[in-house]
């Protein structure tokens, strides 16, 4: 007589798990090919997640997804390294029912996740290694620095605005302003009360740490750009119209890699240098000796995609104001461009061809050659 069999086995079979990451617990549905298994809260551990597919459903073939957010790519590396098949997906690419827009849950959400990696309908984002994340933090703490100064400079300017103070002639004039002497003169300027002059001093001294500490952030990125890493592509991006060290760095930071992008178009799409459109309707192009009413077409190109990386869109267009006077091919694009529209939406035309000059570089490995590359 054969002896019962025990244990359990889901060999050959796929476990599809929805996570709902929050900061003091997780959301997380089960899900077979068939149907759903558990929905359940846990600790945001996927050590403590790999237990339990463990325990209930024994060698199977596990799959998870998340949303992008607050929390980054850790729990990612943990639960590949567990041997979970995991992506990680911009929250705007979640199929959502009309439903789940008015009756959004945790458990809800997990559901939705796990149901539409079940389905095969999310696309994973890049997710770069681990020191390629913490390069990219190094580079945007310089930035905030440099914002927080500049806060804090205008700050200190609608300070002696309310007490009265006037600046000096000699530091009104560009270049003249925030220099050391100009530093000097404001630990001496007079203020009505004793009181001006403490809230003065503590603005002051804050300027003075926040430009320590930036220009100790500006070695460090300095520092890194010296690296077999970073180097030679430096080297090469740097002969692109506008792009300086630092706009480089940012560059090669938030990129990664430049062979996900298979073409320059999706390199721009990723920053948010294309349009938004709509269209709908048979164009009567297609369809030789019919007619289509003009009132039954619609197709309408609008502004740049509000879906974007915020920071590179930023620092190119920053670049594209400085290449349309180093590359004469721009600057001829450039003023044919003001001709029919503002100068605002004209650099913007120009970013898109700097993608492309970026792009021919950072593929090729080579440097630009002014008026070369379209």
């Known amino acids: 007589m054969e002896a019962q069999r025990k244990a359990l086995s889901f060999k050959g079979q796929n476990i599809y798990i929805g996570i709902d990451v929050h900061l003091k617990s997780w959301s997380v549905t089960l899900m077979s090919e068939a149907t759903q298994l558990k929905r359940f809260s846990q600790s945001p551990d996927p050590d403590a997640l790999y237990a339990h597919l463990v325990r209930n459903y024994p060698e199977a073939e596990y799959y998870s997804v998340y949303e992008a957010g607050f929390c980054g790519f850790w729990i990612h590396y943990r639960l590949v390294g567990l041997g979970i098949h995991n992506i990680v997906v ?23 996740l796990a149901r539409s990696l079940r389905a095969g309908e999310l696309k994973g984002i890049y997710v770069p290694g681990s020191e390629s994340l913490e ?14 100064q500049t806060r804090l400079k205008n700050r200190i300017k609608s300070h002696l605005r309310y007490l009265g103070t006037e600046i000096p002639e000699e530091f009104s004039g560009p270049g003249r302003c925030w220099n050391r002497r100009f530093v000097v003169w404001l630990k001496g300027a007079e203020t009505g009360t004793a009181y001006g002059r403490q809230t003065l001093d503590f603005l002051v001294r804050q300027y003075e740490a926040l430009r320590g500490q930036r220009l100790e952030m500006l070695r460090a990125v300095r520092a890194l750009s010296r690296t077999e890493r970073f180097e030679k592509p430096l080297e090469n991006l740097m002969t692109v119209p506008g792009i300086g060290q630092l706009t480089g760095m940012s560059l090669l930071s938030e990129i990664d890699d430049i062979r996900r992008f298979k073409r320059a178009d999706q390199l721009a799409a990723f920053i948010g240098m294309i349009p938004m459109c709509h269209s709908s309707g048979i164009s ?48 001829m694009a450039y003023g044919s ?38």
Request: charged content about 30%; proline content about 6%; aromatic content about 6%.
């Open 284 to 331: 009567s192009d297609s369809l030789p000796g019919t007619y289509i009413p003009f009132s039954g077409e619609r197709e309408g190109v609008g502004d740049i995609t509000v879906r974007r990386s915020a920071r590179l869109r930023s620092v190119l267009v920053e670049a594209s104001w400085v290449a349309v006077r180093q590359d004469p091919a721009l600057s």
């Open 135 to 148: 390069i990219r933090s190094l580079i945007r703490l310089r930035d905030s620095i440099t914002k927080d």
């Open 90 to 112: 911009n929250p705007a690419d979640v199929p959502t029912t009309t439903s789940e827009k008015l009756r959004k849950t945790d458990a809800i959400d997990s559901g939705k």
């Open 337 to 374: 461009y003001c001709k029919r529209m503002a100068p605002g939406k004209a650099i913007i035309k120009i970013a898109r061809k700097l993608v492309n000059r970026i792009y021919f570089v950072m593929k090729r490995n080579q440097p630009y050659v002014k008026c070369v590359v379209a």
